[in-house]
């Protein structure tokens, strides 16, 4: 996507002849869908042969279909997928609507496992046809929960073409709202099973400059929690060095490099036309010209944090060889350490074009002319090439040919009913330079590059070398806090608020109740455990890190590299309502981490039908549950429990693989401690039936208030124009809270 600018334009709708207003919040007609600059522009370019320009104009004026991707970890993923496969697919195969059949679904042939899916079917239809609906609800829940992700199909390629295995350090530079995110953090997350979320030796950095944006990248990452997984709030383009902890001879930091580098760089986004129709209308080549210096900045940081060998994938949504071309040539020509990956056998049934060498930049608004070299530029308009941002680089360079460009890929809406997109893989090769060497060269080169200054947000960093406070495992001291490291406040860093990362000693009191509560074994890594606040009270929740994100937050200044959030959240404070003592409880999101550590005979077994009472009922009472199954529960403690729902079948409802889930007992009933939308996408799932609404939600549906909407189907970027103004903590999923009062109300309406 572009900038974040206001866009109208809502994906959906069908290649039929749906009614404009089905799918458009601002109606325009293919009549009007058209931009003369555009079209000079791109024909002055020769991006495709002439015979196929009215097949690429007629693409861009068509609503793009539906694509999603079914997410989470990859044993989730391909079990969900079979559930789409052979139970949804075939109810859709005969579908008709007002006499006309509808196509089902059909799997994108070039994505891995056929795990991303296209429709096309309007909106009408989809709340109408009661089978679509049914779809359609499954879609909703399933995305609420994160195994499902609305992604335009050309949006999934970057991350594929990254490679990402567990060990490697992974960065996303522009990642937000963070769909290409989450496919890096399911790569990462490879080695997860159905039911536990491995700790991989790895790490992804996600980043964004924009504050709020990092928040959708937080709730992003909730799908999916991960030890190993942090996000900053940076200008890419100015990234600090992050550093490791001290080498214990010399006591200097050395600093991360990084394996895999995600480059989806701010773009005018002119390759969603089919999406943001607004840009027919204002669409002009300044939009690219303007970006070429801030993209190449970034790339070209990118490079500077990569390792040897390493691989970055730059990608834009845009078809402008200013922004793709121009800036992979400009970059190649400052680092020749640097080349392009064929990846012409890469995922084979992918339709696409080659890079262009060749390419006619113009700083004129109406493109009365383009230019082939920058001196024919200067030399036509010599008062125009000093008041605009066009550089020798935004044109070919001599040497376009040896670069190889033909390796980059291009993707254009006519190929394969999808957006447009341009994608370049480049590797480094291995180079024997000493790293301490190589991180001085970066400061410098950093520096050199800023000749469109941008001011840079953050101070440079100190060359410390600053000792680090690192308690040895198992070592009863006090709190440490990263602060040990950098002695940083947020009040040194501007507008940075967020609360310092403070590890806790593994025999801290909470953290010892958790342990054994939930009967965790000695191997569960104890002293990777934090807490947000400076002076390490276990106020409310507890996260767990890897090693490697420890080290970083140890050794850095959280303020300097602007850290939002690091980890994932494993345990919180629960008030315990009548008769309990507030404890801490393992979260939902936390559990698939935790369990591989827990002793499986602390894990109470149930079976289908309680998992049915316990779905389908709030707060159900102890004593409503089958006979059987009672004094399992009367011998309970009050507070924390796993429960485990094993394979089964039942009366026509089936679980395809082990369920497990957090439970809370309080002194009259018990509950699933897992989100609203969670227990509805699970009931949709096992029972093929929604949960019915709560008292609580029928008592504020009587009072006028809103009651949990099932939503659209929407991907992150439209979500994100929706709710750019909401506050990002409002966007977090909570797990439902127990409290007296809702006690009350179930003990009342019993
Ligand atoms: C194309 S979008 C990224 C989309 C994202 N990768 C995804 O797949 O969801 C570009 C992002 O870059 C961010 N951005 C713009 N300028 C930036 C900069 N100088 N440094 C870091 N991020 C920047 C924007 O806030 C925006 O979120």
């Not at 799918?23 to 003369?36: A, C, G, P």
């Not at 909106?123 to 992700?149: A, D, M, Q, Y």
């Not at 439209?718 to 999923?733: R, V, W």
Request: proline share 7%; aromatic share 6%; charged share 25%.
């Amino acid at each position: 996507m572009g900038r974040g600018r206001k866009r109208g334009g809502r994906g959906g709708g069908g290649r039929g002849k749906p009614k404009p207003d089905e799918y458009r919040t601002d109606l325009i007609e293919k009549s009007d869908m058209k931009n003369e600059r555009f079209f000079a522009y791109y024909k002055a370019q020769k991006i495709i042969p002439d015979e196929e320009w009215e097949d690429f104009l007629d693409a861009l004026r068509t609503p793009l279909p539906t694509t999603f991707r079914v997410a989470g970890s990859r044993q989730i993923a391909k079990s969900l997928n079979e559930t789409i496969k052979n139970v949804h697919v075939p109810l859709l195969s005969n579908v008709t609507f007002e006499d006309q059949k509808l196509p089902p679904p059909i799997q994108l042939p070039w994505y891995p496992d056929g795990l991303a899916w296209q429709f096309n079917i309007p909106k009408k239809v989809l709340r109408k046809s009661p089978e679509f609906k049914k779809f359609h609800s499954f879609l909703v829940f399933e995305t609420e929960v994160g195994n499902i992700s609305r992604q335009e199909a050309v949006s999934m390629l970057p991350p594929l073409f990254l490679e990402v295995e567990p060990h490697h350090t992974v960065m996303d530079m522009c990642a937000a709202p963070g769909s290409k995110t989450a496919q890096l953090l399911e790569a990462l997350h490879a080695q997860d099973t159905l039911t536990s979320t491995s700790i991989p030796s790895g790490l992804l950095v996600a980043n964004d400059s924009d504050y709020k944006r990092t928040h959708l990248l937080i709730h992003q990452s909730a799908r999916l929690p991960s030890p190993a997984f942090m996000v900053t709030n940076l200008d890419a383009s100015n990234y600090p060095s992050i550093k490791l902890s001290a080498a214990s001879s010399t006591n200097r930091k050395e600093q991360l490099l990084f394996d895999r580098i995600l480059c989806d760089v701010p773009c005018s986004g002119d390759g969603t036309l089919r999406k943001n129709i607004g840009i027919w209308k204002h669409w002009q080549p300044n939009d690219g010209n303007g970006l070429h210096g801030l993209q190449l900045r970034i790339l070209q940081r990118a490079m500077k944090m990569l390792k040897s060998n390493g691989r970055i994938v730059y990608s834009t949504c845009s078809i402008n060889p200013v922004e793709n071309e121009a800036v992979i040539a400009a970059a190649l020509e400052s680092n020749p350490e640097y080349h392009l990956v064929d990846v012409s056998s890469n995922l084979p049934e992918l339709k696409r074009r080659p890079g262009m060498s060749s390419w006619r930049p113009t700083a004129d608004k109406s493109i009365s002319s383009t230019y082939q070299t920058y001196e024919a530029f200067v030399a036509a308009d010599p008062q125009a090439a000093t008041s605009t941002k066009l550089t020798p680089g935004h044109w070919p360079p001599p040497n376009a040919h040896e670069l190889k460009l033909e390796r980059c890929i291009r993707i254009y809406p006519h190929l394969q009913d999808s957006g447009g997109f341009f994608v370049a893989v480049l590797e480094r090769k291995l180079i024997e330079v000493p790293q301490i060497r190589e991180r001085k060269r970066t400061i410098e080169n950093v520096e050199s590059s800023e000749l469109e200054t941008k001011k840079p947000r953050l101070e440079s960093e100190p060359e410390t070398s600053d000792t680090i406070v690192d308690p040895m495992p198992g070592v009863d001291v006090k709190s440490v806090t990263q602060e040990g490291g950098g002695g940083g406040t947020s009040s040194g860093n501007g507008s940075f608020k967020e609360m310092p990362y403070t590890f806790l000693s593994p025999r801290d009191p909470a953290l010892l109740s958790c342990i054994s509560r939930l009967r965790l074994t000695s191997e569960f890594p104890s002293s990777n455990v934090l807490v947000r606040n400076p002076e390490g009270d276990v106020v409310r929740s507890m996260y767990l890190t890897n090693d490697l994100i420890k080290q970083i937050i140890l050794a850095n200044d959280f303020t300097k590299i602007r850290l939002t959030a690091a980890g994932t959240k494993v345990f919180t404070k629960q008030e315990g309502g009548k008769g309990v003592e507030a404890q801490y409880r393992i979260l939902g999101e936390g559990l698939p981490v935790v369990l591989p550590y827990t002793d499986p005979t602390s894990i109470v077994n149930g079976n289908m039908s309680v998992l049915k009472h316990l779905v389908m009922s709030h707060y159900p009472l102890c004593t409503s549950f089958e006979e059987s199954f009672r004094p399992i529960l009367n011998n309970l403690d009050l507070g924390c429990h796993i429960f485990r729902f094993p394979t089964e079948e039942l009366d026509g409802a089936s679980l395809a693989h082990d369920l497990l889930v957090p439970i809370w007992k309080s002194g009259v009933s018990i509950s699933l401690m897992v989100d609203k939308k969670a227990k509805n996408a699970l009931s949709l799932r096992v029972f093929g039936i929604e949960v019915p609404p709560s008292i609580r939600d029928k008592k504020a549906s009587a009072d006028g208030g809103e009651v949990a909407p099932a939503g659209d189907f929407v991907d992150l970027n439209e979500k994100m124009e929706s709710e750019a103004g909401a506050e990002g903590e409002a966007m977090i999923l909570e797990d439902v809270e127990v409290n007296s009062e809702i006690e009350q109300i179930v003990v009342q309406a019993l």
